[in-house]
């Protein structure tokens, strides 16, 4: 059953057709439902198109949020809507693009042996490009799939299954409170994915890069960042918890894949970036690049370098 987006009052019907012959899209023919607990429409976004729902969903408006998660991607059979599938294989193969092109610039390990040869030879500081470099390219893909494939899933299954635990079943006593306080019970998995993957959708963002050249591991910290905000709030949004229940789950998370991801870059000698300031969204020096990247592109953005 659809929610008002207002007030999170459910409503039978989110709008009324009284004339076959006009299209929904044009917004003819179509009368939008006046919700009876806020006198607001219950869903103006049913005749927005993509833009205008992607703009309101950069900006974090909490009624586009559950527009989309209750109104227009919410199933009542627990399975995923076709395009958040499809939106996950296009955010997959994204990120595959961006975790390459970041990785690959980052610095060798100190103690990898093909740090001295390279700098040796090429008289500059070895990055993890010279080792990639010696691999065929079809086995580099695959090799940056499975990263982020791994790194996708220890992102989502730590959250769906922090929430499908059930307080009740906890001992009594000051652990189930504290549980009670960090961990929201909400044992639906499918719409905590649709979420997830709806709010990541600021990843996108980069396809800027391909425009506008500017310095690749600030902008990814700065979209990483932008990215775990708005996952904290499609998640606040979806379970109606408070942003500190939303906030824990979505650092565990992404405090799992973050370790994952390092893990299987360690494990084939890679560089992992932690450090030298170009980690995915660590230490302060990162911090300090996101804030010269930004500036950096509003400059460009409005034409003065
Ligand atoms: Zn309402």
């Not at 227009?72 to 294989?89: E, H, N, Q, T």
């Not at 060798?108 to 390279?118: E, F, G, N, Q, V």
């Not at 606040?236 to 824990?248: K, S």
């Amino acid at each position: 059953m659809p929610i008002c987006i207002e007030c999170r009052c459910r409503v039978k019907t989110l709008y009324t057709t009284y004339s076959k012959a006009d299209d929904r899209a044009l917004g003819k023919g179509v009368r939008l439902t006046q919700c009876p607990n806020c006198k607001r429409f219950a869903d103006k976004y049913v005749e927005h198109d993509f833009v205008v729902l992607f703009i309101d969903l950069v900006l974090i408006k909490p009624q586009v949020y559950r527009h989309l998660l209750f109104n227009r991607l919410g199933r009542d059979d627990d399975k995923f809507d076709r395009s958040i599938v499809r939106l996950g294989v296009l955010l997959l193969l994204f990120d595959v693009y961006l975790t390459w092109a970041r990785i690959e610039k980052l610095s060798l390990p100190l103690t990898s042996p093909h740090r001295l040869t390279y700098s040796l030879s090429n008289h500059e500081p070895a990055t993890n490009a010279a080792l990639l470099e010696a691999q065929p390219l079809v086995l580099q893909y695959l090799f940056f799939l499975l990263l982020v494939v791994s790194s996708t899933l220890a992102f989502h299954l730590p959250i769906r299954l922090l929430c499908s635990i059930n307080p009740a079943r906890i001992r009594k006593g000051w652990g189930r409170k504290v549980w009670r306080r960090l961990i929201p019970y909400y044992p639906h998995p499918t719409p905590l994915s649709t979420a997830l993957l709806v709010s990541s959708c600021t990843k996108l963002f980069p396809i800027l890069l391909i425009i506008w050249e500017y310095d690749l591991p600030s902008s990814a910290t700065a979209v990483s960042w932008a990215v775990i905000v708005n996952n904290i709030a499609a998640l606040e949004i979806l379970m109606d918890c408070g942003y500190l229940r939303a906030g824990v789950l979505v650092g565990v998370g992404a405090g799992l894949r973050t370790a994952i991801a390092n893990f299987v870059l360690k494990g084939v000698g890679l560089g992992t970036g932690w450090g030298d300031g170009t980690a995915g969204l660590g230490d302060v020096d990162s911090l300090v690049g996101v804030w010269r990247a930004v500036s950096s592109w509003v400059g460009k953005v409005m034409g003065k370098r």
